[in-house]
Protein backbone atom coordinates (compact mmCIF):
# COMPACT_ATOMS: atom_id res chain seq x y z
CA UNK A 1 0.00 0.00 0.00
CA UNK A 2 1.19 3.11 -1.45
CA UNK A 3 0.61 5.73 1.24
CA UNK A 4 1.19 9.62 1.68
CA UNK A 5 2.54 10.78 5.22
CA UNK A 6 -0.07 11.56 7.53
CA UNK A 7 0.07 15.26 8.33
CA UNK A 8 -0.67 14.86 11.69
CA UNK A 9 2.08 12.73 12.56
CA UNK A 10 4.31 15.47 12.26
CA UNK A 11 4.73 18.39 15.09
CA UNK A 12 5.19 22.16 14.66
CA UNK A 13 9.50 21.61 14.54
CA UNK A 14 8.67 19.10 11.56
CA UNK A 15 6.12 21.27 9.70
CA UNK A 16 8.85 24.09 10.24
CA UNK A 17 11.94 21.92 8.26
CA UNK A 18 9.92 20.96 5.75
CA UNK A 19 7.87 24.26 5.04
CA UNK A 20 11.62 25.97 5.27
CA UNK A 21 12.93 23.30 2.89
CA UNK A 22 9.65 24.04 0.54
CA UNK A 23 11.59 27.79 0.33
CA UNK A 24 8.39 29.40 2.49
CA UNK A 25 8.58 31.98 4.82
CA UNK A 26 8.95 30.93 8.63
CA UNK A 27 5.28 32.07 9.50
CA UNK A 28 3.69 29.74 7.31
CA UNK A 29 4.88 26.41 9.66
CA UNK A 30 2.34 28.32 12.14
CA UNK A 31 -0.34 29.29 10.32
CA UNK A 32 -0.62 25.87 9.19
CA UNK A 33 -0.13 24.66 12.52
CA UNK A 34 -3.02 27.04 13.69
CA UNK A 35 -5.20 25.99 11.11
CA UNK A 36 -5.53 22.16 11.66
CA UNK A 37 -5.19 22.71 15.38
CA UNK A 38 -6.95 25.87 16.21
CA UNK A 39 -9.21 26.39 13.26
CA UNK A 40 -9.83 22.11 13.21
CA UNK A 41 -9.31 22.65 9.42
CA UNK A 42 -9.77 19.41 7.33
CA UNK A 43 -7.36 20.10 4.61
CA UNK A 44 -5.57 23.05 3.89
CA UNK A 45 -8.57 24.76 1.34
CA UNK A 46 -10.00 25.30 4.74
CA UNK A 47 -6.93 27.45 6.34
CA UNK A 48 -7.98 30.83 4.29
CA UNK A 49 -4.03 32.41 4.98
CA UNK A 50 -2.77 30.22 3.43
CA UNK A 51 -1.60 30.36 -0.14
CA UNK A 52 -3.67 28.19 -2.67
CA UNK A 53 -0.81 26.81 -4.45
CA UNK A 54 0.91 25.84 -0.71
CA UNK A 55 -2.31 24.26 -0.41
CA UNK A 56 -2.40 22.12 -3.28
CA UNK A 57 1.87 21.40 -2.45
CA UNK A 58 0.50 20.36 0.73
CA UNK A 59 -2.31 18.02 -0.14
CA UNK A 60 -0.05 16.35 -2.88
CA UNK A 61 2.60 15.67 -0.37
CA UNK A 62 0.36 14.92 2.67
CA UNK A 63 -2.91 12.65 3.56
CA UNK A 64 -5.17 15.38 6.06
CA UNK A 65 -6.96 12.27 7.51
CA UNK A 66 -6.32 8.51 8.94
CA UNK A 67 -9.68 7.94 10.20
CA UNK A 68 -13.17 7.00 8.01
CA UNK A 69 -15.76 6.90 9.55
CA UNK A 70 -17.77 3.32 9.70
CA UNK A 71 -20.48 3.73 12.14
CA UNK A 72 -21.31 6.30 14.68
CA UNK A 73 -23.77 5.08 17.75
CA UNK A 74 -25.38 7.04 20.33
CA UNK A 75 -26.59 5.73 23.86
CA UNK A 76 -30.00 6.12 24.87
CA UNK A 77 -28.94 8.45 27.56
CA UNK A 78 -27.64 10.16 24.63
CA UNK A 79 -24.90 11.56 26.93
CA UNK A 80 -22.30 8.78 25.19
CA UNK A 81 -21.53 8.26 21.58
CA UNK A 82 -19.22 5.80 19.88
CA UNK A 83 -17.59 6.27 17.05
CA UNK A 84 -15.96 3.38 14.32
CA UNK A 85 -13.31 4.34 12.57
CA UNK A 86 -11.21 2.28 9.51
CA UNK A 87 -7.49 2.83 9.25
CA UNK A 88 -5.93 3.06 5.69
CA UNK A 89 -4.74 -0.73 6.03
CA UNK A 90 -8.38 -1.79 7.03
CA UNK A 91 -7.66 -2.12 11.25
CA UNK A 92 -10.90 -0.45 12.91
CA UNK A 93 -10.42 0.97 16.27
CA UNK A 94 -12.93 2.69 18.48
CA UNK A 95 -13.18 6.39 20.55
CA UNK A 96 -16.20 7.43 22.82
CA UNK A 97 -17.12 11.06 23.47
CA UNK A 98 -18.51 11.67 27.12
CA UNK A 99 -21.05 14.30 27.48
CA UNK A 100 -21.45 14.90 31.55
CA UNK A 101 -22.40 18.65 33.09
CA UNK A 102 -19.31 20.63 31.72
CA UNK A 103 -17.09 18.36 30.80
CA UNK A 104 -16.56 16.69 27.51
CA UNK A 105 -14.34 13.87 27.99
CA UNK A 106 -12.61 11.66 24.88
CA UNK A 107 -11.64 8.05 25.58
CA UNK A 108 -9.44 7.13 22.55
CA UNK A 109 -7.55 4.03 21.79
CA UNK A 110 -3.39 3.78 21.67
CA UNK A 111 -3.39 0.56 19.48
CA UNK A 112 -5.58 -1.43 17.59
CA UNK A 113 -6.22 -4.25 19.55
CA UNK A 114 -4.58 -4.91 22.41
CA UNK A 115 -1.57 -7.53 23.16
CA UNK A 116 -1.87 -7.59 27.08
CA UNK A 117 -4.96 -10.40 27.23
CA UNK A 118 -6.84 -9.48 30.33
CA UNK A 119 -9.56 -12.03 30.54
CA UNK A 120 -12.66 -9.64 30.95
CA UNK A 121 -11.49 -6.88 28.13
CA UNK A 122 -13.01 -6.65 24.42
CA UNK A 123 -9.97 -5.47 22.98
CA UNK A 124 -8.09 -7.91 24.98
CA UNK A 125 -10.51 -10.34 23.17
CA UNK A 126 -9.65 -9.54 19.98
CA UNK A 127 -5.19 -9.74 20.35
CA UNK A 128 -2.94 -7.58 19.10
CA UNK A 129 -3.56 -5.75 15.36
CA UNK A 130 -0.93 -3.00 15.62
CA UNK A 131 0.51 0.44 17.37
CA UNK A 132 -1.56 3.81 16.01
CA UNK A 133 0.87 6.17 15.76
CA UNK A 134 0.98 9.34 17.12
CA UNK A 135 -1.38 11.39 14.52
CA UNK A 136 -3.60 8.69 14.47
CA UNK A 137 -4.25 8.85 18.13
CA UNK A 138 -4.04 12.86 17.72
CA UNK A 139 -7.01 12.98 15.23
CA UNK A 140 -9.35 10.86 17.47
CA UNK A 141 -9.31 14.09 19.64
CA UNK A 142 -9.45 16.56 16.56
CA UNK A 143 -12.66 14.38 14.95
CA UNK A 144 -14.75 14.94 18.06
CA UNK A 145 -13.29 18.41 18.70
CA UNK A 146 -14.68 19.54 15.43
CA UNK A 147 -18.26 18.12 16.07
CA UNK A 148 -18.45 19.75 19.68
CA UNK A 149 -17.01 23.22 17.95
CA UNK A 150 -19.68 23.06 15.38
CA UNK A 151 -21.93 23.59 18.93
CA UNK A 152 -19.96 26.08 20.25
CA UNK A 153 -18.07 23.39 23.01
CA UNK A 154 -15.02 22.06 23.69
CA UNK A 155 -13.17 19.23 24.83
CA UNK A 156 -12.18 19.73 27.98
CA UNK A 157 -10.54 15.97 29.13
CA UNK A 158 -8.97 13.17 27.10
CA UNK A 159 -8.23 9.81 28.33
CA UNK A 160 -5.92 7.20 26.95
CA UNK A 161 -8.30 4.15 28.05
CA UNK A 162 -10.01 3.06 24.69
CA UNK A 163 -8.70 0.12 22.67
CA UNK A 164 -4.85 -0.28 23.46
CA UNK A 165 -2.28 -0.20 26.19
CA UNK A 166 -0.87 3.18 26.02
CA UNK A 167 2.44 2.08 27.55
CA UNK A 168 3.21 -0.61 25.31
CA UNK A 169 2.93 1.92 22.57
CA UNK A 170 4.92 4.69 24.80
CA UNK A 171 6.85 7.53 22.30
CA UNK A 172 3.70 7.87 20.45
CA UNK A 173 1.05 8.07 23.44
CA UNK A 174 3.41 10.61 24.70
CA UNK A 175 3.69 12.54 21.31
CA UNK A 176 0.52 12.36 20.96
CA UNK A 177 -0.19 14.12 23.76
CA UNK A 178 2.34 16.58 23.03
CA UNK A 179 0.59 17.20 19.99
CA UNK A 180 -2.61 18.53 21.36
CA UNK A 181 -1.06 19.96 24.85
CA UNK A 182 1.09 22.45 22.42
CA UNK A 183 0.06 26.30 23.26
CA UNK A 184 0.65 27.74 19.51
CA UNK A 185 -2.35 25.01 18.73
CA UNK A 186 -4.62 22.89 20.35
CA UNK A 187 -3.57 23.60 23.66
CA UNK A 188 -5.08 21.22 26.19
CA UNK A 189 -3.60 21.33 29.31
CA UNK A 190 -1.21 18.10 30.35
CA UNK A 191 -3.66 17.98 33.62
CA UNK A 192 -6.29 16.79 30.96
CA UNK A 193 -5.05 13.89 30.02
CA UNK A 194 -5.14 10.58 31.89
CA UNK A 195 -2.74 7.47 30.91
CA UNK A 196 -4.11 4.48 31.88
CA UNK A 197 -1.83 1.27 31.83
CA UNK A 198 -2.43 -2.27 33.05
CA UNK A 199 1.21 -2.17 34.85
CA UNK A 200 4.09 -2.17 33.03
CA UNK A 201 6.63 -1.43 35.25
CA UNK A 202 9.65 -0.26 33.47
CA UNK A 203 7.23 2.57 31.78
CA UNK A 204 5.51 3.62 34.60
CA UNK A 205 9.26 4.00 35.94
CA UNK A 206 10.08 6.01 32.62
CA UNK A 207 6.99 7.74 32.98
CA UNK A 208 7.70 8.78 36.38
CA UNK A 209 11.06 9.98 35.59
CA UNK A 210 9.29 12.47 32.54
CA UNK A 211 7.51 14.16 35.92
CA UNK A 212 4.72 15.17 33.62
CA UNK A 213 1.41 16.63 34.90
CA UNK A 214 0.09 13.92 33.00
CA UNK A 215 -2.35 11.82 35.55
CA UNK A 216 -1.78 8.74 36.22
CA UNK A 217 -3.91 5.43 36.52
CA UNK A 218 -3.18 1.99 37.08
CA UNK A 219 -6.10 -0.97 36.41
CA UNK A 220 -5.41 -3.26 39.60
CA UNK A 221 -8.12 -5.31 39.75
CA UNK A 222 -6.51 -7.61 42.75
CA UNK A 223 -5.61 -7.02 45.82
CA UNK A 224 -3.33 -10.35 45.58
CA UNK A 225 -0.86 -11.83 42.70
CA UNK A 226 -2.20 -15.15 42.18
CA UNK A 227 -6.32 -13.52 41.71
CA UNK A 228 -4.59 -10.74 39.47
CA UNK A 229 -2.65 -13.34 37.62
CA UNK A 230 -5.66 -15.05 36.84
CA UNK A 231 -7.54 -11.84 35.47
CA UNK A 232 -4.44 -9.98 33.95
CA UNK A 233 -1.55 -12.29 32.35
CA UNK A 234 1.39 -9.08 32.61
CA UNK A 235 0.75 -10.00 36.85
CA UNK A 236 3.00 -12.87 35.76
CA UNK A 237 5.99 -10.73 34.72
CA UNK A 238 4.91 -7.59 37.33
CA UNK A 239 3.66 -8.61 40.54
CA UNK A 240 1.76 -6.54 42.61
CA UNK A 241 4.61 -5.93 44.92
CA UNK A 242 7.02 -4.16 41.88
CA UNK A 243 4.04 -2.57 40.57
CA UNK A 244 3.30 -0.53 43.71
CA UNK A 245 6.87 0.63 44.31
CA UNK A 246 6.71 1.56 40.76
CA UNK A 247 3.62 3.81 41.69
CA UNK A 248 5.25 5.02 44.91
CA UNK A 249 8.30 6.03 42.66
CA UNK A 250 5.79 7.97 40.48
CA UNK A 251 4.19 9.57 43.53
CA UNK A 252 7.67 10.46 45.34
CA UNK A 253 8.67 12.27 41.95
CA UNK A 254 5.70 14.34 40.97
CA UNK A 255 3.60 14.81 43.73
CA UNK A 256 0.99 13.39 41.67
CA UNK A 257 -1.60 11.27 43.15
CA UNK A 258 -2.27 7.80 41.57
CA UNK A 259 -5.62 6.52 40.14
CA UNK A 260 -6.39 2.93 40.95
CA UNK A 261 -8.39 1.24 38.78
CA UNK A 262 -11.21 -1.90 39.80
CA UNK A 263 -14.04 -3.39 37.85
CA UNK A 264 -16.01 -5.01 40.45
CA UNK A 265 -16.57 -9.05 39.46
CA UNK A 266 -19.07 -10.77 41.72
CA UNK A 267 -17.67 -13.08 43.89
CA UNK A 268 -14.60 -12.63 42.20
CA UNK A 269 -12.57 -9.89 43.91
CA UNK A 270 -15.83 -7.83 45.48
CA UNK A 271 -15.18 -9.81 48.69
CA UNK A 272 -14.54 -7.97 52.16
CA UNK A 273 -11.20 -9.78 51.92
CA UNK A 274 -10.40 -8.70 48.73
CA UNK A 275 -11.38 -5.13 49.64
CA UNK A 276 -8.78 -5.06 53.21
CA UNK A 277 -6.04 -6.63 51.55
CA UNK A 278 -6.54 -3.54 49.21
CA UNK A 279 -6.56 -1.31 51.50
CA UNK A 280 -3.60 -2.57 53.57
CA UNK A 281 -1.65 -2.44 50.32
CA UNK A 282 -2.42 0.83 49.84
CA UNK A 283 -1.76 2.85 53.02
CA UNK A 284 0.27 5.69 52.97
CA UNK A 285 0.25 5.92 49.20
CA UNK A 286 -0.96 8.81 47.87
CA UNK A 287 -3.83 7.62 45.85
CA UNK A 288 -7.17 7.32 44.89
CA UNK A 289 -9.30 3.99 44.12
CA UNK A 290 -12.15 4.57 41.16
CA UNK A 291 -14.13 1.61 41.15
CA UNK A 292 -16.96 0.34 38.69
CA UNK A 293 -18.79 -3.19 38.45
CA UNK A 294 -17.58 -4.83 35.43
CA UNK A 295 -19.09 -4.28 32.17
CA UNK A 296 -20.00 -7.31 30.03
CA UNK A 297 -18.01 -8.90 27.05
CA UNK A 298 -18.40 -11.66 25.16
CA UNK A 299 -15.69 -14.00 26.10
CA UNK A 300 -16.21 -13.55 29.69
CA UNK A 301 -18.50 -15.19 31.81
CA UNK A 302 -17.90 -13.09 34.79
CA UNK A 303 -21.01 -10.81 36.11
CA UNK A 304 -20.72 -6.94 37.81
CA UNK A 305 -21.19 -7.32 41.48
CA UNK A 306 -24.33 -6.25 43.37
CA UNK A 307 -24.89 -2.62 44.35
CA UNK A 308 -24.80 -3.82 47.91
CA UNK A 309 -21.28 -5.57 47.43
CA UNK A 310 -20.09 -2.45 45.58
CA UNK A 311 -20.98 -0.41 48.58
CA UNK A 312 -19.99 -2.36 50.76
CA UNK A 313 -16.28 -2.25 49.22
CA UNK A 314 -16.45 1.12 49.04
CA UNK A 315 -17.06 1.15 52.38
CA UNK A 316 -14.62 -0.28 53.71
CA UNK A 317 -11.47 1.55 51.69
CA UNK A 318 -13.24 4.68 53.24
CA UNK A 319 -12.75 3.38 57.08
CA UNK A 320 -9.21 2.24 56.40
CA UNK A 321 -8.61 6.54 54.80
CA UNK A 322 -8.22 4.82 51.37
CA UNK A 323 -10.26 7.78 48.58
CA UNK A 324 -12.93 5.35 47.09
CA UNK A 325 -15.39 6.30 44.66
CA UNK A 326 -17.74 4.31 42.34
CA UNK A 327 -17.51 5.50 38.83
CA UNK A 328 -21.18 5.57 36.84
CA UNK A 329 -21.32 2.77 34.01
CA UNK A 330 -21.82 4.65 31.24
CA UNK A 331 -22.73 3.73 27.28
CA UNK A 332 -23.40 0.30 28.29
CA UNK A 333 -25.92 -0.22 25.35
CA UNK A 334 -23.67 0.70 22.79
CA UNK A 335 -20.82 -1.40 23.97
CA UNK A 336 -18.76 1.87 24.57
CA UNK A 337 -18.30 1.28 27.91
CA UNK A 338 -14.58 0.73 29.79
CA UNK A 339 -13.48 -2.83 28.31
CA UNK A 340 -15.91 -3.13 25.73
CA UNK A 341 -14.38 -1.70 22.57
CA UNK A 342 -13.22 -4.30 20.23
CA UNK A 343 -13.76 -3.79 16.30
CA UNK A 344 -15.82 -6.83 14.91
CA UNK A 345 -14.90 -6.12 11.30
CA UNK A 346 -11.11 -5.50 11.81
N1 LIG B 1 -4.88 -0.80 28.56
C1 LIG B 1 -5.14 0.20 29.51
C2 LIG B 1 -6.20 1.20 29.10
C3 LIG B 1 -7.38 0.67 28.35
S1 LIG B 1 -8.51 -0.33 29.30
C4 LIG B 1 -5.49 -0.43 30.85
O1 LIG B 1 -5.74 -1.61 30.89
O2 LIG B 1 -5.47 0.30 31.84
C5 LIG B 1 -9.36 0.90 30.28
C6 LIG B 1 -9.88 0.39 31.61
O3 LIG B 1 -11.00 -0.47 31.43
C7 LIG B 1 -8.86 -0.40 32.41
O4 LIG B 1 -8.89 0.01 33.76
C8 LIG B 1 -9.39 -1.81 32.27
O5 LIG B 1 -8.92 -2.65 33.28
C9 LIG B 1 -10.86 -1.57 32.31
N2 LIG B 1 -11.68 -2.68 31.83
C10 LIG B 1 -11.35 -3.61 30.91
N3 LIG B 1 -12.39 -4.44 30.71
C11 LIG B 1 -13.39 -4.03 31.53
C12 LIG B 1 -14.72 -4.46 31.74
N4 LIG B 1 -15.25 -5.51 31.07
N5 LIG B 1 -15.49 -3.79 32.64
C13 LIG B 1 -14.98 -2.72 33.30
N6 LIG B 1 -13.75 -2.24 33.12
C14 LIG B 1 -12.95 -2.89 32.24
FE1 LIG C 1 -5.38 -4.28 27.00
FE2 LIG C 1 -6.24 -2.62 28.94
FE3 LIG C 1 -7.91 -4.42 27.78
FE4 LIG C 1 -5.96 -5.26 29.39
S1 LIG C 1 -7.72 -3.99 29.98
S2 LIG C 1 -6.50 -6.18 27.41
S3 LIG C 1 -4.36 -3.83 28.92
S4 LIG C 1 -6.96 -2.70 26.78
Known sequence: ??????????????????????????????????????????????????????????????RFTALEVITVQRSSDGQTTKTLFRLPDGNAIEAVLMAYAERRTLCISTQAGCAMGCVFCATGQMGFKRNLSRGEIAEQVLFYARQLAARGEAVTNVVLMGMGEPFHNYEASLEAIDLLNQPDGFNLGARRFTISTVGLVPAIRRFAQERRQINLAISLHAADDELRHSMLPINARYPIADLLDACREYVDLTGRRVTFEWALIQDVNDTPAQAQRLAHLLQGLLCHVNIIPLNPTQGYAGAKSTPQRVAEFQRILNAAGVPCTVRVRRGIDIQAGCGQLASSDA
Open 1 to 62: MDLKPLIFDLNLTDLQHILADWGQPAYRATQLWQGLYRGLATHPGEITNLPRRLGEQLESAY
